[in-house]
């Protein structure tokens, strides 16, 4: 793809698999953000479930989307500073990053299907599907209780792909180090279920769960302030509808141990999308929770 100052030459292992019967092509994505490995490891494992015999169609995966950021650990590329998922389609002579998201616009480009896996970060875990019109099946079947309706971002390879006729969904699912094994297992489970209910795949999927819904508001509550943050809310109480203006976490100055800033829930009622641990560490501007706006709450798309 590219020849770096350290005279490595960057490349994308891309996988695909082949069915034995023609059909639609399917793209995956994992490690846009190489904060959020278990998109990666998503990816892999879904790839290593699938049998061509079974299949219909083409299945193409990305597992690093971002090998550096995934290497750094970090959600921006560290040699630009960019974010790739706010710069597709990029460009072939731009910067390490915008050369990156211009490849991977070639290997998304006449697709049928898109699937972009992420997760929470270094600290965060998150549950929940996005959900678009076009795709709307596919985030359905993946089996988050929680689906979230909204524009795509500016600039993400969501968005691209919408605009150019390719149906899509986003896995936000897990990170955090927290509940690893079951995550995983439901991705897994989630992306193989929607193969079966596009056809791609030989079976009879499993229907949505019965207590799905979409909302229609989701807000990041982001410290202004550096610290420990001590969350009030573990993993477990992922989806949990909280009173508002409950106290969902504190952020505590370590050295002195005054209370620096109260996160509080912001909505009547208020869904608790992504949260912490009792304690981790936290930088200004960080996602210290995700909330949505139960009063936004519905079965369907809205009109």
């Known amino acids: 793809m590219t020849t770096l100052g350290n005279g490595h030459h960057l490349s994308l292992a891309v996988h695909t698999i082949k069915g034995a019967r023609p059909g639609p092509r399917m793209v995956l994505f994992g490690g846009i953000h190489g904060d959020e490995p278990m998109g990666s490891e998503t990816v892999r494992r879904l790839v290593e479930s699938i049998d061509p015999e079974q299949l219909s169609g083409t299945v193409t995966a990305v597992p690093v989307a971002n090998p550096y950021s995934y290497e750094s650990g970090t959600r921006h590329t560290p040699q630009d500073g960019l974010n790739l998922n706010r710069i597709f389609p990029g460009d072939r002579r731009g910067s390490l990053t915008e050369q990156l998201a211009a490849v991977l616009i070639e290997i998304l480009d006449g697709a049928d299907h898109f699937i972009d896996f992420h997760s929470g970060g270094t600290h965060p ?18 089996g988050c209780t929680l689906l979230y309706h909204h524009e795509a971002y500016e600039g993400s390879a969501t968005g691209w792909a919408l605009e150019n006729g390719i149906a899509c969904m986003v896995s936000e699912l897990g990170g955090g180090g927290q509940r690893t094994g079951a995550y995983l297992d439901r991705g897994v489970a989630g992306g193989l279920n929607v193969l079966r209910t596009l056809g791609m795949l030989t079976g009879e999927p499993t229907p949505p769960p019965a207590d799905q819904y979409v909302v229609t508001t989701l807000s990041v509550l982001r410290p202004t302030v550096g610290g420990a943050l001590l969350s009030e809310f573990p993993t477990t109480s992922l989806l949990d509808e909280i009173d508002k203006d409950t106290v969902l976490g504190r952020v505590v100055d370590p050295h002195t141990f005054e209370t620096l800033e109260t996160i509080t829930a912001p909505y009547q009622p208020t869904v608790l999308v992504l949260t912490r641990e009792p304690f981790t560490r936290v930088w200004p501007g960080d996602y210290g929770f995700m909330v949505a706006d139960g009063a936004t709450r519905r079965q369907d798309l809205p009109s």
């Open 125 to 142: 875990t998150v549950e929940y599907a996005y959900i678009h019109r076009a795709g709307a099946e596919m985030s359905r079947a993946y």
